[in-house]
């Protein structure tokens, strides 16, 4: 790595009667030459001004376009008018060793205008260069040993892997910092590293808690199908989302574990199973937070740079031992253009990670977003001034057997104090013959006497207990038989029957939220988030707490990390402004998990309803 330092700046000082040499003269023009070459490296960087463009005339001969680059040390190059060159002609083509090349430009400086010398006894030279022309040579060099430059390290962007096969690899990449309430992109990008002719499949979900995906959810799904590239070739998509306007200083992008799956034609490839991308998060603006990182790297980094050539063109070539043809020349990939001032190369490239278009600015209509995705809008009475329903959950644990008494929490009903009646029904799915799909049915009553029909029922007895005063229920089951759920789910109706003076009802009657995934297999150590749907009420602000100590770990946006010893963890999950609007997850830990494991589970508990907060009774 070359360095073009050109400071410490020095410049004659005169007085009268000092003698100059022709140091002193040489002295005058490096300051004046130096200081302009330093201050183009700062103002522009180093790439193309203008022109310079590159044509095949035939499959011998290229024509260079005229046009102005400046190097890494800031010198200017000009091409002053455009040639004609034989590919044989141009420096470095004997030394090619492959057909792939580059077709660089680089400054020179040639001596012209030989003199006579009159002080030629003091030099030993009778004839002395009276000139020096400022000019440019070209120049080929193998493309594997072109040196592509120093790249300046910076904390702005962060990758992450996603996977690596014998001819792709794969990595997500992002800002470290983003702005509340603005847009950002990830972007996942592809290379080919190999030389195989193989198409490429990969998919894999991302939770971004913290976010909310252009469809509204808190998922993105990463689906990429049968591409192909060329060696060296780069394939990027780009996942926007927006940055939820919440408290914290950071959020993490997962990775969700067992998602992912990659093949190279029909052969699977290595694939990152999971993994948490942090991010910080910042009030600043976009263009503040570009404008700091821009500007924080030291004089010593700016000015450790290599790039003393400016490559014009990629060359391939179809070689016999005798001759050559161009086959292609091609532009160069990375684009070398100076974006005046200076600074905008850099700062458009990491603006765009915070610009959306217009056209993209909103994919979804109300009718485009995903079912799996949207609200479940539940019936309400809320026109009904005496009625309210909703739902509830009471938890079994792991160890639940015939004959156990569990507990709901204290559910608010919302039609304040007075002589309330509650009603409560057993809720699930089952698959209706008629829809063609799944159906949720309620049974009030005894469920066994619909326990033929619909194998998901739990025979289990209730109780209701009305607290008048505090416009409350808290409902008991007792099991009538052994079972393997950990929840059960149950709609509930009240009605107040007019007495006395009324009450207005609370604004969060009938209001619910429910873990999208309520209960999962982990194992030890491993991450999961855990995202929020939320019924008959707009998003809002999630608060996740651990019910018991040494659970593991629940970051501030839901993601939990399983503790290192195998058991059933509990996670409750409420509205950070409605505590009593509220829901539970668990964690399932053990050693030999699998995603196969997970999906059971799942599949188990499609219809996750909300808990309230227990009490002891």
């Keep these: 790595m070359a360095s073009s330092q050109v400071y410490p700046f020095e410049r004659n000082r005169y007085y009268p009667g000092k003698m100059l040499t022709t140091a002193d003269f040489q002295a005058e023009q490096s300051y004046h030459i130096n200081k302009l070459r330093f201050m183009n490296s700062l103002m522009y960087g180093a790439g193309i001004v203008c022109g310079c463009g590159v044509v095949n005339l035939d499959d011998l001969s290229i024509l260079i376009e005229s046009g102005v680059a400046i190097d890494g040390s800031g010198r200017e190059i000009i091409i002053d008018s455009s040639l004609v060159k034989k590919l044989s002609a141009i420096e470095g083509f004997d030394q090619l060793t492959s057909d792939k090349v580059c077709l660089c430009v680089r400054f020179k400086e040639t001596d012209i205008h030989s003199v006579y010398a009159v002080s030629h006894k003091e030099s030993d030279q009778e004839y002395e260069f009276n000139r020096i022309s400022e000019g440019f040579e070209v120049f080929l060099v193998d493309k594997e040993e072109y040196d592509e430059g120093f790249e300046l390290e910076t904390e702005f962007i962060q990758r992450e892997t996603l996977f690596r096969g014998a001819n792709f690899e794969g990595t997500l990449v992002m800002p470290t910092t983003v702005c509340k309430g603005r847009n950002v992109?990830?972007?996942?990008?592809?290379?080919?590293?190999?030389?195989?002719?193989?198409?490429?499949?990969?998919?894999?979900?991302?939770?971004?808690?913290?976010?909310?995906?252009?469809?509204?959810?808190?998922?993105?799904?990463?689906?990429?199908?049968d591409i192909q590239l060329d060696t060296d070739g780069i394939y990027e998509k780009d996942l926007w989302m927006k940055v939820q306007n919440q408290a914290g200083i950071e959020s993490n992008i997962i990775l969700r574990s067992g998602s992912a799956s990659g093949f190279e034609d029909d052969k699977a490839i290595s694939v990152e199973s999971s993994f948490a991308l942090k991010v910080r998060l910042s009030e600043e603006s976009p263009t503040s937070l570009i404008r700091r990182e821009t500007g924080k790297l030291s004089l010593e980094m700016r000015q450790a740079v290599n790039e003393q050539s400016i490559k014009l063109a990629d060359i391939d070539l179809m070689r016999t031992d005798s001759a050559y043809v161009i086959e292609n020349v091609k532009e160069v990939k990375k684009n070398p253009y100076i974006e005046l001032p200076g600074q905008n190369g850099i700062k458009n490239e990491y603006m765009e990670f915070f610009h959306k278009e217009a056209d993209i600015e909103d994919k979804k209509g109300d009718a485009a977003v995903r079912a799996d995705a949207a609200p479940i809008v539940e019936p309400t009475y809320a026109e009904l001034k005496n009625v309210a329903t909703g739902v509830l959950e009471i938890p079994l644990g792991r160890d639940a057997r015939t004959g156990d008494i569990r507990y709901s929490g204290e559910i608010t009903h919302g039609l304040g104090s007075g002589n309330v009646y509650v009603s409560i029904g057993y809720e699930y799915l089952s698959q209706d013959q008629a829809l063609g799909a799944s159906a949720k049915s309620t049974v009030y009553g005894n469920p066994e006497l619909f326990s033929r029909q619909a194998q998901q029922l739990v025979d289990a007895e209730t109780a209701v207990r009305v607290l008048n005063d505090k416009g409350s229920f808290v409902v008991a089951a007792r099991l009538l038989r052994d079972v393997d759920f950990l929840v059960l789910t149950y709609r509930w109706v009240a009605i107040k029957f007019p007495s006395g003076e009324e009450l207005e009802a609370a604004d969060y009657y009938g209001k619910s939220i429910t873990a999208k995934t309520p209960t999962v297999v982990m194992r030890p150590r491993e991450n999961y988030y855990f995202g929020v749907q939320f019924n008959n009420m707009d998003a809002c602000s999630i608060t996740y707490e651990l019910t018991a100590p040494g659970s593991g770990e629940v970051t501030t946006d839901g993601v939990y990390t399983a503790p290192s010893k195998e058991g059933v963890y509990e996670i409750r999950i409420y509205c950070s402004d409605m505590p009593m609007v509220c829901t539970y997850a668990y964690a399932i830990v053990k050693s030999t998990a699998t995603s196969e494991d997970a999906g059971s589970i799942e599949e188990q508990e499609k219809e996750p309803i909300v808990k309230m907060p227990e009490i002891n009774l």
């Design 185 to 225: 992109k990830a972007k996942v990008e592809i290379r080919k590293i190999g030389t195989e002719d193989v198409k490429l499949s990969y998919q894999g979900i991302l939770d971004i808690p913290g976010f909310s995906a252009p469809d509204g959810s808190q998922q993105i799904e990463i689906a990429i199908d």
